[in-house]
């Protein structure tokens, strides 16, 4: 006998669960399938890659800038340091100890003040013993002037007795000798006379050493720097040693500033310029163009240091006169001056990046995946020739591109001057594009 074993389903509250009951043991309803709905995702996952594909790429946003009209003031920057204008080198022109120093550094002195004193022990050896020699050589032009007239004597004697004698007496070599002792004492007070000269002149230049010891200021002004110390020698043998550095005058400067060759054409006597230093940040001082050297940095240099250094970079010095009246620049002040060589006067301006915008270009590189280009980062890269024709996009309503022709000006690597019959003050020029939209 056998027994049919029945196995039901039973839901909590006791209920058969027939649905479960009848789909037991066959097969799943399709939308219960994994694969089912595997595919429909595909599906709808191409679907959208397809029609993403084929829709039109959105139009490009354009950056733009307004066109200006103002004067364009061209410069040119160098850099350099502030000097007084007269600065002068004190220095020694006898050896000896510096017995004592009678000045210090920022001190202001007055033309002719005694700035030291060198030790005069042997220049005054110097100046006894050529008084002496004076008096030796004074003392021998008395003597041999002595000997001198006691010859003339004797020779007028000579010839009033051969005058009285009718020529007899005295022999005619007696006669000569007599002469040639006139002739010889003659020299001899002529050579006495010379030595005094030179007795007078060895004097004079110990006294002259004598007033070199005592070291004074040519010039009325501030002492900028003191090189030596009391109880130091100085030896004046082969060069002037310096002892003090003193500059005339400090309320009217001089700043001397590198051109770069690029840039000398530009600059004249006479222009307006600015600087700063580092000592005031933000403050500009006023200044103008003194002169320009026509030798660069190179002229000095021989035929082959010339050779050597062909790989330098050229610069020319430029002289500008500064006013410091409140005395807050210093000598030594690292400058960077900006000069103004040209104004425009009132023109039209437009970025250099209109001028240098193309659309196809542009728009190729631009888009989501693509470089963003907002029309400043090559800026300063492109200098623009004056009188050339250049194109300026400006947009229309309809979202086109509209090229305006135009003819370039000067320009500060910036901003261009423009001429054009369709180009206006306040019109938008493209100077680049930016993502396209999603």
């Not at 009217?252 to 500033?257: A, D, P, Y």
């Not at 947009?395 to 054009?420: F, K, N, P, Y």
Request: net charge negative; aromatic share 4%.
């Amino acid at each position: 006998m056998s027994e049919t074993i029945t196995t039901s389903t039973t839901s909590p509250d006791g209920d058969t669960d027939i649905e479960t009951y009848l789909d037991a043991g066959g097969p799943k309803k399709w939308y219960k399938r994994k694969r089912v709905w595997i595919g429909l995702v595909l599906l709808v996952l191409l679907a959208l890659g397809i029609s993403t594909c084929f829709r039109e790429p959105p139009p490009p946003e354009y950056i733009t800038a307004a066109v200006e009209q103002r004067s364009l003031d061209l410069t040119v920057t160098a850099t350099g340091a502030l000097r007084p204008v007269n600065q002068v080198e004190v220095g020694s022109e006898v050896s000896g100890k510096i017995d004592r120093i009678l000045v210090d550094v920022n001190d202001q002195v007055a033309r002719g003040q005694v700035l030291a004193i060198i030790n005069t022990d042997v220049i005054d050896d110097q100046i006894v013993q050529g008084r002496a020699n004076l008096n030796a050589a004074r003392a021998r032009v008395a003597q041999a002037q002595a000997t001198l007239d006691a010859d003339t004597a004797q020779l007028r004697r000579l010839q009033d007795v051969q005058r009285l004698s009718g020529g007899r007496v005295p022999a005619q070599a007696e006669m000569e000798q007599a002469e040639a002792a006139v002739r010889r004492g003659q020299a001899t007070v002529a050579a006495a006379r010379a030595e005094v000269v030179s007795s007078e002149a060895q004097l004079s230049t110990a006294q002259t050493n004598r007033n070199r010891a005592v070291v004074r200021s040519p010039v009325s002004g501030v002492v900028l720097a003191r090189q030596v110390e009391p109880g130091q020698t100085v030896a004046a043998s082969f060069n002037t040693p310096t002892l003090f550095v003193i500059a005339e005058n400090l309320s009217t400067m001089q700043l001397r500033v590198d051109l770069d060759e690029a840039d000398v054409g530009q600059v004249d006597p006479g222009q307006r310029a600015t600087f700063t230093v580092d000592a005031y940040p933000g403050r500009r001082f006023p200044a103008t163009v003194d002169r320009v050297d026509l030798g660069s940095n190179t002229t000095a240099l021989g035929q082959q240091q010339q050779q050597q250094a062909s790989q330098q970079v050229v610069s020319y010095e430029a002289r500008l006169t500064v006013a410091n009246s409140e005395g807050l620049l210093r000598p030594g002040m690292t400058a960077t001056a900006t000069i103004a060589t040209q104004s425009t006067g009132r023109a039209m301006l437009v970025p250099n990046a209109a001028l240098r915008f193309e659309p196809e270009a542009e728009e190729e590189a631009g888009g989501m995946f693509g470089p963003q280009n907002f029309g400043i980062e090559e800026e300063n890269e492109a200098t623009i020739g004056v009188g050339s024709r250049q194109r300026v996009h400006v947009v229309e309503e309809d979202g086109t591109l509209r090229a305006i022709e135009v003819v370039t000006g000067q320009s500060d690597g910036r901003m261009t001057v423009v001429r054009s019959d369709e180009l206006g003050p306040g019109m938008k020029v493209v100077t680049g594009v930016g993502a396209g939209a999603d």
